[in-house]
């Protein structure tokens, strides 16, 4: 089993939605937990952190769901802007280097 | 967020040359740097992750006599990739730990022809 799953899209949505991610990770072990956006031919860009609590930034909020092992990402609003693949990461205990999932496509539509 | 820089941009050689490539960490000191690999419409693969005065640990199946890393100073890390084939052209890219958050290079673009 893949240590960080993501469903790949792609998500084709029309400016103003609000379109949501979700990512599963198979270690319980792992302690930290993030969102990336990687532009076409670009490199990764960190987005935002995700706590246990839950966390926003602007039109962006991020859930952790430690039972269920699972994280979401939200998106209010989409921009055309937010067009991008969006990358879960977890960090596990013990393991230096992130896991990252497949990515999930994101378009936004005029 | 911190800064990662990487050095070159992109870069084409003739099959069985080398090629380097620099990582540098700007504004903090990178005990640990990463080294990944990404072919196209693929996920980020780590090659290896590299630390400060000591070797490389490579992960499987790659190979450490092709790719070496030498991480000389907390601030910059090189991965070399000797006698380059076509199937080594990538994007390669470096990424630093910044407490416990990690920041990417802008990556190389490697094509071997």
């Known amino acids: 089993r893949k240590e960080v799953e993501q469903d790949p899209g792609p998500f084709n949505v029309p400016e103003g939605a609000t379109v949501a991610f979700n990512c599963t990770y198979s270690?319980?072990?792992?302690?930290?937990f993030f969102w990336y956006r990687q532009d076409c031919r670009k490199e990764p860009k960190l987005l935002m952190s995700?706590?246990?609590s839950g966390n926003e930034d602007g039109r962006f909020t991020a859930q952790l769901n430690r039972a269920s092992q699972y994280i979401s990402l939200l998106i209010r609003d989409s921009k055309l802007s937010d067009s991008a693949t969006y990358l879960c990461?977890?960090?596990?205990?013990?393991?230096?280097?992130?896991?990252f999932g497949t990515g999930t496509r994101l378009t936004v539509i005029p | 967020g911190a800064v990662v820089s990487q050095h070159p941009s992109r870069v084409i050689c003739k099959s069985g040359t080398s090629v380097k490539i620099e990582c540098r960490s700007l504004?903090?000191?990178?005990?640990?740097m990463f080294w990944y690999r990404q072919f196209p419409k693929k996920s980020l693969m780590l090659m290896a992750t590299?630390?400060?005065?000591?070797?490389?640990?490579?992960e499987q199946g790659v190979e450490k006599d092709k790719f070496l890393i030498n991480h000389a100073s907390l601030t910059l890390s090189t991965l070399t990739v000797t006698s380059a084939h076509p199937e080594d052209s990538s994007f390669y890219i470096c990424?630093?730990?910044?407490?416990?958050?990690?920041?990417f290079g802008p990556g190389t673009r490697l094509t071997v022809t």
């Open positions: 990424s630093a730990r910044n407490g416990y958050e990690q920041y």
């Open positions: 270690n319980s072990a792992s302690q930290s």
């Open positions: 995700v706590y246990s």
């Open positions: 990461v977890v960090n596990r205990a013990g393991a230096n280097n992130l896991f």
């Open positions: 504004d903090f000191q990178a005990t640990t």
């Open positions: 590299s630390n400060e005065g000591s070797k490389a640990t490579y």
